[in-house]
């Protein structure tokens, strides 16, 4: 999200490259972006499938460039000898039905070895068995329902249903829980209302924050939902004034958070309005206005500005000359996409074509491990990430300062 921190804990892999200038045009969407490449080299393809159009581009777009720049820098570093890796990148939309169609696009193209995305854990479900029947790897910067790496029955019985699906983010079942450790046992907040927008992100990250808040003993005073259309919350905010929360927990994203939490107060209800990631942007300060001071998200990895480490990714991108900022997830996307290429280094050493190799790339997912951006990235037996660094952020003066950073046990 602009202006965002985003984490970092090392970028070993191709650092002797992060120094390069990513400098080129961008093609439109769907198009190439392409590093230096011997004509005589073979190609390999790496999608993105994230909304470049509509209320989500700008966290798209930092998804679609940050993958650009791992591209070019592989190639620049002739990382995979023999091989020129391309990026082709699909707008979802923010949309399930159109992800679907972005995956079968890709899935068609023989050349399409891998995928970063997708952003949303709703378009995640429409893409993911279009992928998995192709053996294209998929990595999602952003998707956090547990359900789409251990199947419906997660918290009780977790099964793997897609071999071919991996994150470099963590889950709702960590960051719910984080958050409501953290208003209950940090900010001392005993009553709380929760609203959602019925979306799978959204609906995942309440049900996820409302069990451990009231394992600790806090009580959910209210419960609504709006509707993710909405612009104008009067009806929902006029049912949560009158049980007095000291906080509002909101599952979504910041295009409706932000109005929602300027509505809110501008109505009486004085008090923070908390969220995940979809809401830890820049944007969201806009739209909140100037009451967004004392609201709350959390997101996952520690600060970008805390870790020396991370200087390198952020130099290369500025130097990129790339039209919008890496935003929330552009770290992420960027560590997805290296470790796409990662696996690839085994996968395309012998082999004749992309298409030949695309099994062998879901195979080599599994053992890949090395320091990225965010920090260390690997996968658990469910293809999720290894790691459970969160931080929690709160507006103040106008823009997200970061408040608490924590492995979470």
Sequence with gaps: MPQRSVVAAG??????????????????????????????????????????SGD????????????????????????????????????????????????????????????????????????????????????SPANTNPALTQGADFATAPKRTYPTYFRTCTTDSIQGPFAARYLFEKAGIKEIATVHDKKTYGQGLVDAF????????????????INPDDDKYDAVISKIKPSNPKAVYYGGEFPQAG???????????????????????????????ATADGDLSTSVGAPTDTLESAKSFVDAYNAGGYAEPYEAYGAYAYDAANAIINALKTSLKDADSAEAARQATVQAMSSVSFDGVTGKVAFDEYGDTTSRVLTVYGVKGGKWEAVSTEEFK
């Design 210 to 225: 409302t069990a451990e808040y009231e394992k600790l003993g806090g009580k959910v005073v209210a419960a609504e939902t």
């Design 56 to 139: 989500l581009a700008a966290l798209g777009k930092g998804i679609e460039h940050s993958v650009d720049l791992a591209i070019k820098q592989a190639n620049e570093s002739k990382a995979i000898p023999g091989w020129t890796l391309e990026l082709a990148a699909e707008d979802d939309q923010a949309t399930p039905d159109v992800g679907k169609n972005a995956a079968t696009k890709l899935a068609s193209d023989k050349d399409v070895i891998g995928v970063v995305g997708t952003l949303n854990s709703s378009v995640a479900q429409s893409v993911q068995p279009v992928l998995a029947a192709a053996n294209i790897t998929q990595v």
């Design 259 to 289: 109005p929602f939490s300027q509505q809110m107060k501008a109505a009486g209800l004085n008090v923070p309005l908390m969220g995940g990631d979809g809401i830890f942007s820049g944007e969201y300060v806009k739209l909140a206005g």
């Design 11 to 52: 970028a070993s892999l191709l650092v002797a490259s992060l120094a390069l200038s990513a400098c080129g045009t961008r093609g439109g969407d769907g198009g190439t972006e392409t590093g230096g490449g011997s004509s005589e080299n073979k190609v390999a393809k790496i999608g993105v499938i994230a909304p470049l």
